[in-house]
């Protein structure tokens, strides 16, 4: 059995898209990033972390994962605020940014983490469009301030990578690592 070490409905989608079978079982961890820490620590530090609070049994799989925006070695998880929504939807407009998902897995003592990289390039974003888009609430507990499955998606003109990772979990890459398991 495998254990989602989460509440992200967009992961619980994501595997059940994909046909794979598994319960929630969501923990809290502290997600403040380290003075310093680079966003590929970072994603895969909270993933581990995640995937050791959660209680599994010795057959059970556990996954948990963690997804950050980072663009000009800032890291952009969810917003305080809407004003912080703004404030980074202005940073990756007409830019290219990197979405990480840092993943564990882990059954017994064995651990498998991994990590995830997708380049996005948005569009050039009026002020205008920032403040609608953020006054709809959709950004509020997303990394990166955005949805590409939403309402942002019109601000997406290409992705180099999975697009998946971007929805918050990288499904191909957890299937190839859940194979490995057996």
């Given amino acids: 059995m495998l254990i989602l070490a989460s509440q ?15 319960s929630a079982r969501p923990v809290e961890v ?20 995640k995937a050791l609070a959660a209680p599994a049994g010795p057959q059970e799989t556990v996954l948990a994962a963690d997804t ?14 809407a004003a912080d929504a703004r404030r980074m939807l202005a940073l990756l407009s ?8 840092g993943i564990c897995l882990r059954r017994g003592d064995s651990l498998i983490r991994d990590c995830a990289s ?15 888009y953020a006054a709809t609430g959709e950004p509020a ?25 971007v929805m918050g979990l990288p499904v191909s890459l957890v299937y190839r690592h859940l194979a490995r398991l057996g």
Wanted: proline share 4%; aromatic share 10%.
């Fill in 141 to 165: 507990d997303k990394a990166g301030a955005y949805a590409i499955q939403g309402l942002a998606s019109k601000f997406v003109e290409r992705i180099e990578g999975c697009y998946f990772n």
């Fill in 68 to 81: 950050t925006v980072t663009i000009d070695g800032e890291l952009l998880a969810k917003p305080a605020d």
């Fill in 94 to 101: 007409g830019r290219r940014h990197e979405v990480l998902t």
């Fill in 30 to 49: 502290d997600e403040t990033p380290f003075p310093g820490e680079a966003a590929r620590a970072y994603v895969e530090r909270l993933a581990l972390a």
């Fill in 118 to 132: 997708t380049a996005v390039w948005f569009q050039t974003l009026s002020a205008a469009e920032i403040g609608e």
């Fill in 8 to 22: 992200s409905p967009r992961r619980s989608e994501i595997l059940r898209q994909a046909g794979i079978v598994f």
